[in-house]
């Protein structure tokens, strides 16, 4: 069971920054693989950062490499989703995501929407123009 709590949304102009929050109840070095997602109301839920976190190299969706950086801090089980030059189509409710299951790395690389098993309740990131 891995219970993860996220935070640190909120509103902010186009050009602005964020830093998202998500705090695992399992330590993160051994959580395997673990990644954000978003998700528009009615839409698709995409991933957007993935990291296997037995030394890894995040990757990011094309839509915000270069703008978003994924980092973790082993030390207090958080993993975090820097967001620089937001701009308004990154307006969407953000998870994080983790799956132990995931312990090879190119599975959790691999990985889609269906692979975690374990989600945050989600934190909702509005930019306006």
């Known amino acids: 069971q891995v219970l993860l709590q996220e935070s640190g949304g909120g509103s902010v102009q186009a050009g602005g920054s964020l830093r998202l929050s998500c705090e695992a109840s399992?330590?993160?070095?051994?959580?395997?693989?673990m990644a954000w997602f978003r998700q528009v109301p009615g839409g698709e839920r995409a991933g957007i950062a993935t990291?296997?976190?037995?030394?890894?190299?995040?990757f990011y969706a094309a839509s915000v490499k270069g703008r978003f950086t994924m980092s973790l801090d082993n030390a207090k089980n958080t993993m975090y989703l820097q967001m620089n030059n937001l701009e308004p189509e990154d307006t969407d409710m953000y998870y994080c995501?983790?799956?132990?299951?995931?312990?090879?790395?190119?599975?959790?690389?691999?990985?889609?929407?269906?692979?975690?098993?374990?989600w945050g309740q989600g934190t909702q990131v509005t930019v306006s123009s």
């Open positions: 399992v330590n993160t070095d051994s959580a395997n693989c």
């Open positions: 995501a983790a799956d132990p299951a995931l312990e090879i790395e190119y599975e959790c690389y691999a990985g889609t929407r269906s692979d975690f098993g374990y």
């Open positions: 990291l296997y976190t037995r030394g890894g190299t995040p």
